[in-house]
C-alpha cells in the first residue's frame, strides 16, 4: 500500500493559485523533506496530507484512503503532527508528562482521570528522548530545545504510521538543533513514514531518503535526495547560485 499519494492537486483561494498540479507518491519505506521558500506552498501540501484543507481540483490519498470518500478524523489517529502552531495550543502549566500523554488521544489538555497505563506509556517515551529529568516540571519551565523533544514524544504516543514535522528545529541554536535531529535520525529504527519541512538544507539527516523542492505553489523536482539537490535545482527555487557538498549522507550548502 502506498503511503501517500497527491495526484493533479489545485488548491486556489480568490484569484491566487497556492497549489498548482502538484503530483507526489510516497512509498513505503521512504522519509521525505518538503523544502522550498517562503510561501512557497510547503505547509499547505501538510495540509492536504492532514486532512485540515481540500483541493480545488485533485485527490488526496492517504494509507490507502481518498479523501472525500473517508472519515479523515479517523485516518488522522495514524498521523502524527509536530507544529509551532500546535504547540502554541497546549498549556505551558500542566507537568511534562502530562503533556506528552495528551498525545494518546489527540487531546490539547486533560479534563479527567488518566489511566496509568497512559502515563507509563508518556514516561517511557520521556526517556527515549532523554527528558525523564524534567517529566514532573511545567512545560513552560523547559527550554525550546526540550519543548521540541516533547512534542517529538507526544507525537508518538498512539505509534503513527506518518510523522509530519513542520519546520521543528525553528528557534533552535546550533546545539539544541543537532540534539533534536540526533533524535529525529534516531526514528530510522521505527515502523513509520517521516514528512520534514524545512527552509534549511543542512537539516536533512542521513534518514531522509527523498526530497520534494517546491516554489510558487509548483514542484521543481521531486525524488531520491542526491537528484533534487543539485545547484541547478536549487537555483531554480532560492534564484542564489550555490554549491553543494556531502559530509556523511548530509548535504551542505555554499554561496557562491
Not at 480568490?14 to 519505506?29: C, S
Not at 489517529?77 to 511534562?96: A, H, M, N, T
Amino acid at each position: 500500500m502506498l503511503v501517500i499519494i497527491l495526484k493533479d492537486i489545485h488548491f486556489i483561494r480568490g484569484e491566487r493559485h497556492i497549489l498548482t498540479d502538484v503530483n507526489l507518491t510516497v512509498n513505503p519505506g521512504e522519509h521525505w523533506v518538503v523544502l522550498g521558500r517562503n510561501g512557497s506552498g510547503k505547509t499547505t501540501m501538510l495540509e492536504m496530507i492532514t486532512g485540515y484543507q481540500f483541493p480545488s481540483r485533485g485527490k488526496v490519498h492517504v494509507l490507502g484512503n481518498t479523501y472525500g470518500e473517508c472519515d479523515v478524523r479517523e485516518v488522522r489517529k495514524q498521523i502524527g503532527y509536530i507544529s509551532q502552531s500546535l504547540f502554541e495550543k497546549l498549556s505551558l502549566r500542566d507537568p511534562v508528562w502530562e503533556v506528552v500523554a495528551t498525545g494518546e488521544y489527540s487531546y490539547l489538555r486533560f479534563y479527567q482521570a488518566i489511566p496509568d497505563t497512559v502515563k507509563e506509556k508518556a514516561l517511557a517515551m520521556l526517556e527515549r528522548v532523554n527528558l525523564s529529568h524534567v517529566q514532573n516540571q511545567p512545560l513552560g519551565t523547559l527550554s525550546q530545545g526540550e519543548r521540541k523533544k516533547v512534542m517529538l514524544a507526544r507525537s508518538l504516543m498512539q505509534d503513527p504510521q506518518i510523522l509530519i514535522m513542520d519546520e521543528p528545529c525553528s528557534g533552535l541554536d546550533l546545539y539544541e538543533r543537532e540534539k533534536l535531529l540526533h533524535d529525529i535520525d534516531n526514528l530510522r529504527s521505527q515502523r513509520l513514514t517521516v514528512l520534514y519541512v524545512t527552509h534549511h538544507i543542512e537539516e536533512i539527516m542521513p534518514i531522509f531518503t527523498h526530497v520534494v523542492l517546491i516554489e510558487q505553489g509548483k514542484i521543481v523536482a521531486n525524488g531520491p535526495k542526491r537528484d533534487v539537490l543539485t545547484a541547478d535545482h536549487l537555483y531554480r527555487a532560492y534564484q542564489v547560485p550555490l554549491q553543494i557538498d556531502w559530509l556523511n549522507d548530509r548535504p551542505w550548502i555554499k554561496v557562491l
